[in-house]
C-alpha cells in the first residue's frame, strides 16, 4: 500500500514497562531499553520514509503521562507510506528490540498495542487524538479510521 502524496501514515503504539523507564540501576528490567532508545529512535529519524515522530525536550517520549502511570511508554510517528514503515520496523535493527519486547513490556489492560490511521500530509497527530484512534480500533476492530498491520485499509481518496 502506498500512499498517494496526499496522505502519510501515523503510527501510534502504548505497551507498560515491566519496571521504572527511568531507574539507573544496573539491574533495572528497563536499563537495557532505554541505553537502547536513542540509537533507535535516530535509526528511525533517518530512515527512508520518515516524516516526523512526537518527542519531548528528551528527544524521546518517555515523559508523556497518558494514563497517570509513569510505566506506560508510547510511540507516535508519521510514515509516507506503508512500506517504509514497515521497513523500519522488521527489516532495519529495531527488529531485534520488537523481537524481544516481553522482556520489557506488557500490554495496557483492554487496549490494543498499536494502531495506524491516514492523515493529511504535513499534519501532527496529537497524542489524544492518537488514544481516540487506538480506543476506537479496540472498541470497533479494524476499518479505515484506525486498523493494525494484519488488517490495513488504504487511504482516502
Given at each position: 500500500?502506498?500512499?498517494p502524496t496526499g496522505y502519510h501514515l501515523a503510527q501510534f503504539n502504548v505497551a507498560k514497562g515491566k519496571g521504572p523507564a527511568e531507574d539507573p540501576s544496573a539491574d533495572a528490567v528497563m536499563r537495557e531499553f532505554m541505553d537502547?532508545?536513542?540509537?533507535?529512535?535516530?535509526?528511525?529519524?533517518?530512515?527512508?520514509?520518515?516524516?516526523?515522530?512526537?518527542?519531548?525536550?528528551?528527544?524521546?517520549?518517555?515523559?508523556?503521562?497518558?494514563?497517570?502511570?509513569?510505566?506506560?511508554?508510547?510511540?507516535?510517528?508519521?510514515?509516507?507510506?506503508?512500506?517504509?514503515?514497515?521497513?523500519?520496523?522488521?527489516?532495519?535493527?529495531?527488529?531485534?528490540?520488537?523481537?524481544?519486547?516481553?522482556?520489557?513490556?506488557?500490554?495496557?489492560?483492554?487496549?490494543?498495542?498499536?494502531?495506524?490511521?491516514?492523515?493529511?500530509?504535513?499534519?501532527?497527530?496529537?497524542?489524544?487524538?492518537?488514544?481516540?484512534?487506538?480506543?476506537?480500533?479496540?472498541?470497533?476492530?479494524?476499518?479505515?479510521?484506525?486498523?493494525?498491520?494484519?488488517?490495513?485499509?488504504?487511504?482516502?481518496?
Amino acid at each position: 500500500m502506498t500512499a498517494p502524496t496526499g496522505y502519510h501514515l501515523a503510527q501510534f503504539n502504548v505497551a507498560k514497562g515491566k519496571g521504572p523507564a527511568e531507574d539507573p540501576s544496573a539491574d533495572a528490567v528497563m536499563r537495557e531499553f532505554m541505553d537502547n532508545l536513542d540509537r533507535i529512535n535516530e535509526l528511525a529519524d533517518v530512515s527512508p520514509g520518515f516524516v516526523w515522530r512526537h518527542q519531548d525536550a528528551s528527544g524521546n517520549s518517555t515523559s508523556i503521562d497518558v494514563f497517570d502511570d509513569p510505566d506506560v511508554l508510547v510511540n507516535l510517528s508519521v510514515w509516507e507510506d506503508y512500506e517504509s514503515f514497515h521497513d523500519y520496523v522488521y527489516r532495519s535493527d529495531h527488529v531485534a528490540f520488537l523481537r524481544r519486547r516481553v522482556e520489557w513490556f506488557e500490554p495496557v489492560e483492554d487496549l490494543p498495542v498499536g494502531v495506524m490511521w491516514w492523515i493529511p500530509a504535513g499534519t501532527e497527530p496529537s497524542i489524544e487524538e492518537s488514544l481516540a484512534k487506538l480506543r476506537h480500533l479496540g472498541e470497533h476492530g479494524p476499518g479505515p479510521e484506525a486498523f493494525n498491520r494484519r488488517q490495513r485499509f488504504e487511504p482516502p481518496t
